[in-house]
T-cell receptor, first 113, second 117 residues
Framework: GQQLNQSPQSMFIQEGEDVSMNCTSSSIFNTWLWYKQDPGEGPVLLIA?????ELTSNGRLTAQFGITRKDSFLNISASIPSDVGIYFC?????????????FGQGTILTVHP | NAGVMQNPRHLVRRRGQEARLRCSPV?????VYWYRQLPEEGLKFMVYLQKENIIDESGMPKERFSAEFPKEGPSILRIQQVVRGDSAAYFC???????????????FGPGTRLTVL
């Protein structure tokens, strides 16, 4: 089945630093999404990407859909304490699986003030 | 402007009992998805439903698990004869129409945490 490898698994950074995380897939995806999950809550959509090569920003967040359609990255600039949480990439392959999102294992982000 | 609502938020069951998890999608959304999350793992797709129809149940265990999304009322995920391995967080998501195009992303509810004693 489809698998997403997300890295790093965890990051400990100082407030103000930039953060980068990425996902790679063994197969092609038509859509890449990035979600953030706080403890005890559901994932919240941050950025959605629909075209290979697409670069999209949402405030301090920037994400890109890789040219090969098998990878994506998320950057957070000038991190702040409320950025703490678990970040997940998710992909959709389309076709007969058009309703199914495949999730990465998550990146746990800790920001020290 | 309510988002996806799930209840109960926490559910405790003993082995062999039934668990019923409810999901009310965003108003106007006719597509519902259920995912399961084990501790320290990503979400795993279970089933995708449209009103009164199961579209994709490829992630649903063949036994004990069932899902429905009736014409009226919430979507229900039902687990019969629960076992300890069913303990997890179950998330529901909804979208207005068929994904995945801009504006038709899946939005998630807060989840139901099921604990099987």
């Amino acid at each position: 089945g489809q698998q997403l490898n997300q890295s790093p698994q965890s990051m400990f950074i100082q407030e103000g630093e930039d953060v980068s995380m990425n996902c790679t897939s063994s197969s092609i995806f038509n859509t890449w999404l990035w979600y953030k999950q706080d403890p005890g809550e559901g994932p919240v959509l941050l950025i959605a990407l629909y075209k290979a090569g697409e670069l999209t920003s949402n405030g301090r967040l920037t994400a890109q859909f890789g040219i090969t359609r098998k990878d994506s990255f998320l950057n957070i600039s000038a991190s702040i304490p409320s950025d703490v949480g678990i970040y997940f990439c998710a992909g959709n392959a389309g076709g007969t699986s058009y309703g199914k999102l495949t999730f990465g294992q998550g990146t746990i982000l800790t920001v020290h003030p | 402007n309510a988002g996806v609502m799930q209840n109960p938020r926490h559910l405790v069951r003993r082995r062999g009992q039934e668990a019923r998890l409810r999901c009310s999608p965003v108003k106007g959304h006719s597509h519902v998805y259920w995912y399961r999350q084990l501790p320290e793992e990503g979400l795993k797709f279970m089933v995708y439903l449209q009103k009164e129809n199961i579209i994709d149940e490829s992630g649903m265990p063949k036994e004990r698990f069932s899902a429905e999304f009736p014409k009226e009322g919430p979507s229900i995920l039902r687990i019969q004869q629960v076992v300890r391995g069913d303990s997890a967080a179950y998330f529901c998501a909804s979208s207005p129409t068929k994904v995945n195009t801009p504006g038709n992303e899946q939005f998630f509810g807060p989840g139901t945490r099921l604990t099987v004693l």
